[in-house]
């Protein structure tokens, strides 16, 4: 059983802190072999429901295109050889088989989303205005308890209002990182969160996380209906435009397959600790009051 991608409850960070590291340009966009599943399921939710998952402000336009120029040139660089440019298209392949074909255009209206269409992270342009960096465009499909819908247009204050600790705590200093982020060298950070199903598009409200599956079949349940959601996150800031990109990587690791890790036991302890030493307010953030005491045991059980 390999490796989840990343553990950040293993690496010491306490949650609901910022935690950036400096990134890497060459490790700035990530593909596995879910590249295909993620691609459809974008191209799935836009026919379905695209109002949730897309929206730009008009004058975005060149900004976007900026950012889709860098993306492909990063990609056709990439080392896993999963993108290749054919005339006016990106073709996407896995194990050399084409898994997507993305046209560019060259009067893209949607620039970003054309982005999106070819990477399993989601895409957030920010712009600074006069109060603060806002969220000016954005193809968001697999977002994690929030509605990209109602936070579009957003400064990061309101993005991040209901975040413990935000208001007093982080506000000034998370400006402060995207008005002093320098074009050359993004920043990235992790998180993590619990979750009943492996499901990527979780755009419902905040409120306890629903557990029916795993509450009803035992401890075997938990094992097969909890899975830890990991958000790989990167700050990147455009030369031209001075907006800055912000993405969103969203890795889905079942609780089955920690406990078959040959590190179990580390990281099902070091999960444990993190949830143990979130204060109330926290554990509400994140849906968990009611099941603490329930996923400390069944954690304590994979040590």
């Known amino acids: ?28 966009i990530e593909a596995d072999g879910g590249l295909g599943f993620y691609l459809e399921e974008k191209r799935r939710l836009l026919d379905t429901a695209r109002d949730e ?32 440019r054919e005339g006016a298209f990106i073709r996407v392949l896995d194990a050399g088989a084409e898994i997507a074909r993305v046209e560019i255009p060259a009067d893209d209206p949607a620039p970003l989303l054309t982005a999106a269409l070819l990477v399993q992270e989601d895409l957030c342009l920010m712009r600074k205005g006069d109060d603060g960096w806002r969220l000016a465009a954005g193809s968001v499909s697999f977002a994690s308890s929030w509605s990209f819908k109602a936070r579009f247009g957003q400064t990061l204050d309101g993005l991040h209002a209901y975040v413990p600790g935000y ?53 075997e349940g938990w094992l097969d209906h909890l899975f830890v959601r990991v958000e790989r996150q990167t700050l990147m800031r455009m030369p031209v435009s001075g907006d800055i990109l912000f993405t969103i990587r969203i890795h889905v690791d079942p609780l089955r397959a920690l406990s078959r890790h040959p590190d179990r036991a580390v990281l099902a302890e070091s999960l444990r600790r993190q949830l143990d030493a979130l204060d109330a307010d926290q554990l509400a953030y994140k849906g968990l009051t009611q099941h603490r005491e329930k996923l400390g045991k069944i954690l304590s059980g994979l040590c």
């Open 1 to 28: 059983m390999n490796r989840p991608a990343h553990a950040p409850y293993a690496t010491g960070v306490k949650s609901f802190s910022i935690g950036l590291k400096p990134l890497d340009p060459a490790d700035w």
């Open 53 to 84: 998952v897309w929206a730009a402000e008009g004058d975005t336009v060149s900004s976007q295109q900026e950012v889709r120029d860098a993306l492909i040139a990063h990609l056709l660089a990439h080392p896993s050889g999963k993108w290749v």
């Open 167 to 219: 208001p007093d705590r982080l506000a000034q200093r998370m400006a402060r990182i995207f008005d002093n982020l320098h074009v050359g060298k993004p920043v990235w950070r992790l998180n993590w969160s619990l979750y009943g199903d492996g499901e990527l598009h979780h755009p419902h409200g905040k409120g306890p996380m629903p557990f029916a599956k795993a509450e009803e079949g035992g401890d």
